[in-house]
């Protein structure tokens, strides 16, 4: 159907994949619960443009020379560790710092730095997620029948159902992270503490990254 092989498979595959708890899910729900359903959604928007730009450089080929040039994987998949720990870290130095300030003042936005221009590092954390990189090299170009005519409009299904899920399960988080935001203005102590959770959290992300064997 449309030069995809094993449709259903794929269905359930992405669908397991996608509600795999990853730097990305969990950055739009810190986002979500820190700043509200607006700014939750520009995170979201910044993962739906990363996921796009993996599935277009799959489907031009790229995913072959990723395969083919292993150190060009590993560079992104260092740099992707480097990267989540630094958010990792500066989630939790706003943690601290709203812990150090408790008061009315401590709730505002701007008291934690780590969640501002939320979609340019949803974005980031995207294009640098080896979890998605893999996805789109060992699954995602798996399901494109070999010959067929029109590989795009194969390329461009896979991508629209991977997407869909993507709204699906992002928006629950977004929405949650609302529910979350209201017990955190009354419980500062519990604000601190997750925030503080949630970056520990980001930089184990970046140590398993880097010292995960891929193969």
């Known amino acids: 159907m449309l030069g995809i092989t094993e449709f259903w498979t794929y269905v359930l595959g992405t669908a397991a994949i996608v509600l795999l ?44 020379l990723l395969r083919a040039y292993p150190p060009v994987f590993m560079v992104i998949k260092y740099a992707g560790a480097a990267y989540l720990a630094w958010l990792g870290l500066g989630i939790i130095r706003g943690a601290w710092h709203k812990w150090r300030h408790r008061g009315p003042e401590a709730t505002k936005p701007q008291d934690n730095a780590s969640v501002d221009r939320p979609f340019r590092r949803a974005l980031v954390v995207s294009l640098l997620n080896p979890k998605a990189i ?72 970046g140590i398993k990254l880097a010292t995960a064997t891929v193969g």
Do not use: C, W
């Open 21 to 64: 708890p990853g730097p990305n899910s969990i950055f739009v729900l810190t986002v979500g619960a820190q700043r509200g359903v607006r700014t939750g959604y520009r995170a979201a928007a910044g993962v739906f443009a990363g996921d796009t730009v993996l599935m277009v450089l799959a489907a031009a080929g790229v995913a072959s």
């Open 134 to 205: 893999l996805f789109v090299v060992s699954f995602f170009i798996q399901f494109v029948e070999p010959g067929y005519a029109h590989p795009a409009l194969s390329f461009l299904v896979l991508g629209a159902i991977l997407q869909l899920f993507s709204v699906l399960y992002l928006t629950a988080l977004i929405f949650g992270g609302k529910f979350l935001a209201g017990q955190f203005r009354r419980r500062q102590r519990l604000s601190a503490g997750v925030a503080t959770g949630v970056g520990a959290v980001f930089v184990g992300f």
